[in-house]
Nanobody, 120 residues
Framework: QVQLVESGGGLVQPGESLRLSCAASGPIFRISSMGWYRQAPGKQRELVARIISSGRTSNADSVKGRFTISRDNAKNTVYLQMNSLKPEDTAVYFC??????????????WGQGTQVTVSS
């Protein structure tokens, strides 16, 4: 079972920055993609950013130009650098990993979530 450990959330003021990290461990065969989702109170979970095995990234329109996703393949770790944070970025952020298992089936794993609060 692949496990995801997230870190880096916290309370910041508008305009400040945070970096989230998510490390995957366990019997990993091949990671297809790694990404970050977020869920604000009363709202559905939404994709924030995603990076696939080729290194291509995609970001939600609401974070373009402010958030950057990156990945350290050697460490099976994905990062989300969040700059110019806004109060509307407040949410629980979840790490997501899609893995092609040794059974040649796609498996989806979620982190436990880390709270990001942007408030003055």
């Amino acid at each position: 079972q692949v496990q995801l450990v997230e870190s880096g959330g916290g309370l910041v003021q508008p305009g400040e920055s945070l970096r989230l990290s998510c490390a995957a461990s366990g019997p990993i065969f091949r990671i297809s993609s790694m990404g970050w989702y977020r869920q604000a109170p009363g709202k559905q979970r939404e994709l924030v950013a995603r990076i696939i095995s080729s290194g291509r990234t995609s970001n939600a329109d609401s974070v373009k130009g402010r958030f950057t996703i990156s990945r350290d393949n050697a460490k099976n770790t994905v990062y989300l650098q969040m700059n110019s944070l806004k109060p509307e970025d407040t949410a629980v952020y979840f790490c997501n990993v899609e893995e092609l298992g040794s059974d040649l089936l796609e498996h989806v794993y979620w982190g436990q979530g880390t709270q990001v609060t942007v408030s003055s």
